[in-house]
């Protein structure tokens, strides 16, 4: 899930249903996991970072930050603020705005500013959160602070992106020397994972590194140690969401449409999942 996090989060599932968010058409929707008709929950405009927990789903929008049921029900605005990187982890949601990152109950009610600067590529794993410094420059390095807001400090000096947590790992993007890189989560043993083509969009997922090659056009995955380096398809999507097994993608048409696809981990499977 943190992985999908860092790709904008457009797919969530709950095992029957695979919840989605549309690329053209500002609304989250519902479908059956073998496929089918789907089903509008409801019509946000600007939505994205879809999170899935206990029974609601927690997304974004450019009319604030919601909450509902996943069978569309009980539509709950938990605040004003335009919320990036959302992650909701146990009983808070977590979030950066203009001015920093807050976190608020799940429930909604006052939130709490846990950091004053701009922020980027935040995500939330083992009672940390990690995140970039940003500024008008673009990226920075990356920071971690428990999730109380204490014990800031910088892990590294390149400007980085699309932060993934797992396990001792912190698995990255270093947009100076356009390459994968991955770090331990205390900013030691730093190693290139991948700098051929233009690799980005990471998605971590077990011991597999999901990520897209913008030169070549094409969905790659490589083991967590850079090894076994494979293409799965022909796509160049800007993002791509891990779940259960599929890789879930967005592929806009030259009427600006957009439609999801979905291709196996291992590369077989290929489909148009939804056409907007």
Same mark, same amino acid.
């Given at each position: 899930?943190?992985?999908?996090?860092?790709?904008?989060?457009?797919? +969530?599932?709950?095992?029957?249903?695979?919840?989605?968010?549309?690329?053209?058409?500002?609304?989250? &929707?519902?479908?059956?996991?073998?496929?089918?008709?789907? %089903?509008?929950?409801?019509?946000? @405009? =600007?939505?994205?970072?879809?999170?899935?927990?206990?029974?609601?789903?927690?997304?974004?929008?450019?009319?604030?930050? &919601?909450?509902?049921?996943?069978?569309?029900?009980?539509?709950?605005?938990?605040?004003?603020?335009?919320?990036?990187?959302?992650?909701?982890?146990?009983?808070?949601? &977590? $979030?950066?705005?203009?001015?920093?990152?807050?976190?608020?109950?799940?429930?909604?009610?006052?939130?709490?500013?846990?950091?004053?600067? !701009?922020?980027?590529?935040? /995500?939330?794993?083992?009672?940390?959160?990690?995140?970039?410094?940003?500024?008008? +420059?673009?990226?920075? *390095?990356?920071?971690?602070?428990?999730?109380?807001?204490?014990? *800031?400090?910088?892990?590294?000096?390149?400007?980085?992106?699309?932060?993934?947590?797992?396990?001792?790992?912190?698995?990255?993007?270093?947009?100076?020397?356009?390459?994968?890189?991955?770090?331990?989560?205390?900013?030691?043993?730093?190693?290139?994972?991948?700098? %051929?083509?233009?690799?980005?969009?990471?998605?971590?997922?077990?011991?597999?590194?999901?990520?897209?090659?913008?030169?070549?056009?094409?969905?790659?995955?490589?083991? /967590?140690? =850079?090894? !076994?380096?494979?293409?799965?398809?022909?796509?160049? @999507? $800007?993002?791509?969401?891990?779940?259960?097994?599929?890789?879930?993608?967005?592929?806009?048409? *030259?009427? &600006?449409? $957009?439609?999801?696809?979905?291709? !196996?981990?291992?590369?077989?499977?290929?489909?148009?999942?939804?056409?907007?």
């Amino acid at each position: 899930m943190l992985g999908n996090i860092a790709n904008e989060a457009f797919v +969530a599932t709950d095992g029957d249903w695979v919840y989605y968010l549309s690329g053209s058409q500002d609304a989250v &929707y519902r479908v059956r996991s073998t496929g089918g008709d789907s %089903e509008k929950l409801v019509d946000l @405009p =600007g939505v994205q970072f879809l999170n899935l927990l206990d029974g609601w789903l927690y997304v974004s929008s450019s009319e604030g930050l &919601y909450r509902l049921r996943t069978n569309g029900e009980s539509l709950e605005k938990l605040s004003e603020d335009i919320a990036g990187y959302v992650n909701v982890v146990n009983d808070w949601v &977590y $979030y950066l705005s203009e001015d920093g990152i807050y976190r608020l109950p799940v429930t909604g009610g006052d939130r709490e500013l846990l950091h004053q600067e !701009r922020s980027g590529w935040l /995500t939330v794993a083992d009672g940390w959160l990690y995140f970039t410094a940003f500024s008008d +420059a673009g990226d920075g *390095p990356i920071q971690r602070m428990r999730t109380d807001g204490s014990g *800031p400090e910088q892990l590294n000096n390149e400007s980085s992106g699309l932060i993934n947590v797992v396990g001792n790992w912190i698995y990255y993007f270093d947009s100076e020397n356009q390459g994968i890189y991955r770090m331990q989560t205390d900013g030691s043993n730093r190693q290139l994972l991948t700098d %051929e083509g233009s690799p980005f969009a990471i998605n971590v997922d077990g011991n597999w590194v999901y990520y897209v090659d913008y030169a070549q056009r094409t969905i790659n995955k490589m083991r /967590t140690n =850079g090894s !076994r380096n494979q293409q799965l398809t022909e796509d160049r @999507p $800007y993002f791509i969401n891990v779940v259960d097994g599929w890789i879930y993608y967005q592929l806009r048409t *030259p009427e &600006y449409q $957009y439609q999801l696809h979905r291709v !196996r981990t291992d590369g077989s499977d290929r489909e148009q999942f939804i056409a907007d």
